[in-house]
Each structure stands twice: as structure tokens, then as C-alpha cells.
């Protein structure tokens, strides 16, 4: 009687191993859909970049699909069978410091990967007399509250990245808030405003023309984009870290089989030369990092942002 038990335990295992290797390898079989946020913005140009490339090696149809603010409940509540992707920036896991959210970053969603970032970098007006963020910081403090900087709304990366630079440098900055970086750019390049830490697509057209100057990079590595610039981190403020990311997210409990097909031929596209010649010019780099860096970086934010939020009572 035990030796039959025992086969039949061994039996099941081969069975839902098997079911499992199934999956993976049988996935996909019909089309996939890439929730993102509302049409233009970086979030919706990488989702549409990246499901144009996945359509050949994955052989199915990748539709994009707008629904703004909604996409991270739709996508959190669809079923965990990879044909739902959710592809949204870093407020999908820094939002619910600020406010209640339907969604719980790290309980409701299968982190797939880091898909691209869109770095930040730090720009001052021309008019003042820094070329460097310690120079910049040893202004601040000569100067307590004389200095301003632009934000594009209440919690916006923008916001959180210049109050991360105020908390980490010790530094007295008046802030300006705005309704969009549109409005933030155009003030900062009449030197209404001294500055701002924008995405490099924003400023980069105006620093390259002298009409802004730019100090360094937020991202904990130097970009591509701006080659040559130094990170604040290793210029003035060690492990300041801030910048745009764009993550892609698959429903809770989706199978490891399907995660790791879709991360491994996400991070493959994304290395290709048509793919960099598509995301260069707006402003993005790729990154096709694995489920694991993703989760870390939103685990290190969550302590390092959410720490700025609770001490500044930053609501959105």
C-alpha cells in the first residue's frame, strides 16, 4: 500500500511540474494586452515601443491600452495569466504613501521588469554663479531660503526628487509648484525660478542651446543621454538616487514560467539597436532588469521616499 501512495505522490509532482514547464513554454497563445497610463508621456511611448518589438518573438498581436489612472486596479484585479501587463511609472508604487490606493504595490502585482528610465537632471538658470552640485549646495546654505525650485505638482517626481535633494543636503529651498513641467520650464528659463530637476527630454534642447545649465544627473549611474555629466551622487551627495523608471507588472501569482518568458524577451528587445534608435531621441533608456532588481528598487524607494513624504506631509 505505501510503495502505490508513493508512486501516486511522485505522479502528481511530474504532473504539476510538467503543467508548469507547460505554461511556459505554451505561453503565449493569443494576444497580450499592455495596460499603461493616458496616451503621449513616457509610460505610453514604452509601452507602444515595446509592443510593437514583442509581436515577432513572442508571435501574437501586443495591444496597448490607455486607461490613465485606472490601469494599475484593472490590471491588479485581471486574471494572472500574462495576456494583462500593466507598464506605468514609479508612482504605481509611490502613490500609496501620499493617498489611499485600490492596489497594494507589493502585494497585488508580479514584478516582471525595470523596462526603461528616463533619467533627471539637475538644472539651474544660468544667472547663477554654481557649475556644481557642491557648489550649488554651499550656495543654499550661504543663502537660506533665497534660492527656489520648480515642481510640476504636488507629489510629482519632480517634487519628490528636489525635496529627496533638500533632506539629503541639509539645504533651506523654496519651492514653486505648478500645474505641469511646461509651465515650471518656461518660468525656470525666464529665471523666474532658479531650479528644477526635470526629465532630460524636458531640458536637454534648452541646455544644449545655454538657455539652462545643467548640473548633474540623478540616476545612480551616469546616462547615456547626457554623457559626460556626473551623478549628484558622486558629485556632492552620495547615495542621492531620483529618476523616471517605467516597470512592467503582471497580476499577483502569475506563474514564475511566465514571468521569466516575458522578462527574457522584453530585456532582449530592449537591447536591440531599433529599440535604443526609438527611445534615445524622446528621452528614455532601456534597462530590461529581472524581477528581482525591480523589486529591490521599489523597496528602496518606498523607505527613501516615503521617508520625505512623512516628514514634508506631502499629500497628493
Known sequence: MLPRIIESIVLIGIVFVGASQVSGQSFPSKPIRIVTSAAGGGGDLSARIIAQALAAPLGQ??????????????????PPDGYTLLLYGSNIW??????TTPWDPLKDFSPVTLATTAPNILIIHPSLPVKSVKELIALAKARPGALNYATAGTGSSTHLAAELFKAMAR??????????????????????????IATAASVMPHVKSGKLRAV??????SSALVPGLPTIAASGLPGYQAESPFAIFAPAKTLTPIIDRLHQEIARVLQTAE???RLFPVGI????GSPEQLTALMKADIARLGKVIKDNNIRE
Do not use: C, F, T
Open 61 to 78: 498581436q501586443v495591444i496597448v491600452d490607455n486607461r490613465g489612472i485606472a490601469a494599475a486596479e484593472y490590471v491588479a484585479k485581471a
Open 171 to 196: 539645504v533651506d529651498i523654496v519651492r514653486i509648484n505648478y500645474k505641469g513641467p511646461g509651465a515650471a520650464i518656461i518660468d525656470l528659463l525666464a529665471g523666474q525660478v532658479h531650479i528644477m
Open 94 to 99: 509611490i502613490s500609496p504613501l501620499m493617498q
Open 285 to 288: 533608456e532601456p534597462v530590461g
Open 216 to 221: 548633474a544627473v540623478g540616476s545612480s549611474k
Open 275 to 277: 529599440v535604443k534608435e
